[in-house]
């Protein structure tokens, strides 16, 4: 599996767009990445996947370039619901099998 | 409701007395697997089943047993409980194992284990 990095930390202040990247050098042909988000004493839960370029839903927005050695989540206009831990995750083209969540990039955000 | 279910969600035990944790999941799910999350270490695998009768060992598998009789079900055992495994853990659920593109994996409310 794909070794990911990430920033243990970032603050942010409320209303501001956050971006979290995640570098996965090591990345196979076939892997996908997702993302995951943790509050705490909850299970992670999924806010978006993808392959190559970028992938937007209602939560969030991935940006995947082309050599896809890293990868930028955003978070548009942040509020403070959005404080959690957030996962960078890279596989799932040979099947999950072992997954390795890090520690992930804990956003606090500011009022 | 689609979920995924622990019991319990908190435990105390002592050394040695042997607890098994179960997970059961509703969506028909034919992935599952284990975690524990522990302060500073983030979410480490234990044990995963791509099927039934299907399991394979994760990073920190050492003091645990799993059996997936059932495709819903996926208890984890520990048959001697020791202080170090006290932890946070979390089982989850997907689709399949990926091999379409991966697939979202599905946790439930975790269960906190304290042994003593």
């Known amino acids: 599996l794909a070794k990911t990095t990430q920033p243990i930390s970032m603050d942010s202040y409320e209303g501001q767009e956050v971006n979290i990247t995640c570098s996965h050098n090591n990345i196979a042909t076939n892997d996908y990445i997702t993302w995951y988000q943790q509050f705490p004493s909850q299970g992670p839960r999924f806010i978006i996947q993808g392959y190559k370029t970028k992938v937007t839903n209602e939560v969030a927005s991935l940006f995947i370039p082309a050599d896809r050695k890293s990868s930028t989540l955003s978070l548009p206009r942040v509020s403070l619901s959005d404080t959690a831990v957030y996962y960078c995750?890279?596989?799932?083209?040979?099947?999950?099998?072992?997954?390795?969540f890090g520690i992930g990039t804990k956003l606090q955000v500011i009022p | 409701e689609a979920q995924v279910t622990q019991n319990p969600r908190y435990l105390i035990t002592v050394t040695g007395k042997k607890l098994t944790v179960t997970c059961s999941q509703n969506?028909?799910?034919?992935?599952m697997s284990w975690y524990r999350q522990d302060p500073g270490l983030g979410l480490r695998q234990i044990y995963y089943s791509m099927n039934v009768e299907v399991t394979d060992k994760g990073d920190v598998p050492e003091g645990y047993k799993v059996s997936r009789k059932e495709k819903r079900n996926f208890p984890l055992i520990l048959e001697s409980p020791s202080p170090n495994q006290t932890s946070l853990y979390f089982c989850?659920?997907?689709?399949?194992?990926?091999?379409?593109?991966?697939?979202?994996?599905?946790f439930g409310p975790g269960t906190r284990l304290t042994v003593l």
């Open positions: 969506m028909n799910h034919e992935y």
């Open positions: 989850a659920s997907s689709l399949d194992h990926g091999t379409s593109g991966g697939n979202e994996q599905f």
């Open positions: 995750l890279v596989g799932g083209s040979g099947g999950y099998q072992k997954v390795t």
